[in-house]
């Protein structure tokens, strides 16, 4: 079956770097986006990044971000290690939230269940 596990969640000072990583199976990960959303206490979840596939030829997909993370985040991807990894970097006390991975196969949403990101000084 289809299994997302998120790692790489921590406390961070303001202005650090984490990165995230996703490990997918029972499903062909080169062939499917994958999105890293995220969900502060309080509020809805939110789209962070997405990354696409070149029809799992390479590694690199087309990219997608919320405004709030352009040019800090970096979302990337290795089809061979069935990973996908978010890069954070400049964190803000704002990113504090937990991270999900997700991918939909087959019409069906999948989802890891979380990691746990907090920015604080």
């Known amino acids: 079956q289809v299994q997302l596990v998120e790692s790489g969640g921590g406390l961070v000072q303001p202005g650090g770097s984490l990165r995230l990583s996703c490990a997918a199976s029972?499903?062909?990960?080169?062939?499917?986006?994958m999105t890293w959303y995220r969900q502060a206490p309080g509020k809805e979840r939110e789209l962070v990044a997405t990354?696409?596939?070149?029809?799992?030829?390479?590694?690199?997909?087309?990219?997608n971000y919320a405004d709030s993370v352009k040019g800090r985040f970096t979302i990337s991807r290795d089809n061979g290690k069935k990973t996908v990894y978010l890069q954070m970097n400049n964190l803000k006390p704002d990113d504090t939230a937990v991270y999900y991975c997700?991918?939909?196969?087959?019409?069906?949403?999948?989802w890891g269940k979380g990691t746990l990101v907090t920015v604080s000084s």
């Open positions: 029972g499903f062909t990960f080169s062939s499917y986006p």
């Open positions: 990354i696409t596939t070149l029809g799992g030829i390479t590694d690199y997909g087309s990219t």
């Open positions: 997700h991918a939909r196969v087959f019409l069906v949403d999948y």
